[in-house]
Structure formats: C-alpha cells, structure tokens
C-alpha cells in the first residue's frame, strides 16, 4: 500500500509472513521523535492485551531501519520493521478453497489468480494497521510540536453509544487522555456497556461492529483546496485503507440531509482574541474541503469481524460444491477499540499531507 504524496508512506507485509513494515518519506529532518511515546500507541493497537481483543499476543516493537538518529529524523525515508511471532497457519488452511463471507478471501483469490496468502488474511489483514500506526504516532509528535492535537473515543458499538464530542469545544486535555488509553470513552460507564455487547457476541461465537468519532484540534484556517483535493477527499482516502471501514463522514455527515439551510449553516462571530469561528460546527471544520479553523471533527463506521466461529454458507471453489464454513483460528469479537489508534494515526497522515 502507497499513500499520499507529500508524506508519502508504504505499507509492506502480510500478516503470518516474517514482517511487516513501513516506509515514511517526506519528513521535515530534525524532528524530535520520542520512541516511548510511539511505543504507547503501538500497545493500544496490539493484538492480546484485553478480553475484548484477539487472543493472538504480538510485541510489536518497531525496529527502525533508517531515517532516524539520536532521537531525530535525518531527512531520510524513515523505515521501521515489526515481526510477527505468534502465527497459527494452520487455522486458516481450509480458506484457501472456501472464502470467508465478508472477507477478501474470494476478491483476492480473482484479483490474484489463487496466489494470494491466506494465512491470517495476508496483505488484507488489520495486522497491517500496526505499520500504519507507528507512522502515525510519529507524525503525531511532529503535528504536536506544530500546535495539533489528534484524539478519538468509541462512539458506538452495536447500538451502544457514548457521549459524543461538542464540534465547537474540544479540550486538548481531553483529546490527550483519550489517546492514552485503550478502550477510550468520553463516558466511563459507556465503556462497561460496550464490552457487555462485545461479550455476549464473543460468547456466542458472533461479532459486532461501531464507530469510531474522531478530532484535530489547531489545524489552521486555509488548509486544503478545492474538489479532488480538498481535505474531506484527503483523510477519506486513508480512513477507507484500514480494514473493515465502511463509512466516513465529517461535522454533521448524513444527518445533514434532514436539516434546513438555515440549521445545517454555521454562523460566523469573533471570539474574544477577535478570531473568526463558527457557532456550529455542522461543517466539521471544513468548507469547500479547505479548514476553517474549527475543529475537524469525523466518524468512522467499522463493520463486525467477518471471521466468527458461527456455521456461515459459502462455496467451495475448487469442487464447485456449496459449503459450511466455521471459521477457525483467534479473532477479535470487535475491532473497534483497537481501531481508535489506527484512526488517529491516518488522521495524523492526513493532517501532515495538508499542511
């Protein structure tokens, strides 16, 4: 995977080979990179470290090849490798002939002529998102120097929701303690009634899916430009690169097309420093796809784990035949949670490219 063009970043790997990686070039030389705080958002995204998660334990330590010294970028294209230590193979043997429904497996098996790597999804698994985050956690640091903040909670899962961000006051305090953790919401007792949901699927060999709310505060006004290159087209072609994202919206999103003209648009005033801001922020903080200066504020719809262990109808490709599938091997009931890091890190992409 090749993405963006100012920071342009490669994702290379698959998910039971020996490694996966990622290649960050673009970096400003003479950044400070502190790899403690990297380490943090990598183990918010690492698999086997909550009931809520895969099982699969993986250190996920990045080994930087290039493009960093003493703790600063040189200018070079940034590499970092991350092995993979804990694969059953085995688990995934039978999919080579029967695709898992809701999965890649079958589109990849055309697309590739039968070639593809299985094993763990290969190149189309979330593992793929552990590269994606740790250049993401470093461009983090460089935006933070810069005045940006970058944070996001667990809006919903399966129906239950937490309190959703005010698009026109967002404390960096707060944006700040929810990367920091794990299962991040704005209401503590949101948390407990979504891992009672993720558990009953669990338990019932089945999966749910969410939404992710995400914002970037600091952002100045003027950033983007027009149609194809405006900063909605921007953060929506990293956002649909991570796995099982299936909608993004900005400010308002969907729910724009029930509002009058009058409710949606956001009137301008000057605060008390004599800077332009909006009352509203319907626009989530974009207008004809550049930034106003608000906070830009957008969710991600996350559809659930297409692997459960639930009997599920699918074809055997070789023989022609139809077939049950239960598909085998340690799954996440829900990757929402884990996929909180993985949003702010494409928001932290995205955010670099159009400044």
């Known amino acids: 995977m090749i993405w963006g063009n100012r920071i342009r970043l490669t994702v290379f790997g698959e998910s039971h080979g020996p490694a996966i990686g990622a290649v960050l070039e673009g970096l400003p030389a003479g950044e400070t990179v502190d790899l403690e705080k990297v380490a943090l958002q990598m183990a918010r995204r690492a698999p086997g470290r909550d009931s809520s998660s895969t099982p699969r334990k993986e250190a996920d330590a990045p080994k930087i090849l290039s493009g960093l010294l003493d703790g600063r970028t040189t200018g070079a294209p940034l590499c970092a490798v991350i092995e993979n230590t804990n694969t059953r193979s085995g688990d995934y043997e039978n999919l080579r002939d029967v695709p898992r429904p809701g999965h890649a497996d079958y589109t990849a098996h055309f697309r590739y002529g039968g070639f593809n790597d299985v094993r763990g999804g290969g190149h189309f698994s979330g593992r793929l998102t552990a590269p994606l985050v740790f ?141 332009v801001r909006t009352e509203t922020n319907h626009a989530g903080g974009i207008l004809g796809g550049i930034t106003t200066g608000m906070p830009l504020v957008f969710r991600a719809a996350f559809k659930p784990t297409p692997s459960i262990g639930t009997p599920q109808r699918s074809v055997n490709l070789k023989s022609g035949a139809a077939e049950e599938l239960a598909v085998k091997g340690r799954h996440d009931p829900c990757i929402v949670p884990r996929a909180v890091p993985v949003v702010e890190a494409a928001a932290a992409l995205a955010a670099m490219n159009l400044l």
């Open 135 to 275: 250049a993401g956690a470093v461009c983090r640091q460089i935006l933070r120097q810069r005045g940006i903040a970058v944070g996001a909670h667990v809006l919903s899962v399966h129906g239950v929701s937490d309190t959703p961000f005010d698009p026109t006051d967002l404390p960096v305090s707060l944006l700040d303690d929810l990367a920091s953790r794990y299962f991040p919401t704005v209401d503590p007792q949101a948390e407990a009634a979504m891992r009672g949901e993720i558990e009953r699927a669990r338990q019932k060999l089945d999966s749910v899916g969410g939404l992710v709310e995400c914002a970037v505060c600091g952002l100045p006004a003027g950033a983007g430009g027009p149609l194809t290159d405006g900063a909605e087209s921007l953060f929506s072609s990293i956002l649909f690169g991570i796995p099982a994202c299936k909608g993004v919206e900005f400010g308002a999103g969907f729910s724009a097309a029930d509002l009058f003209g009058s409710e949606n648009n956001d009137p301008f005033l000057f605060d008390k420093d004599g800077a």
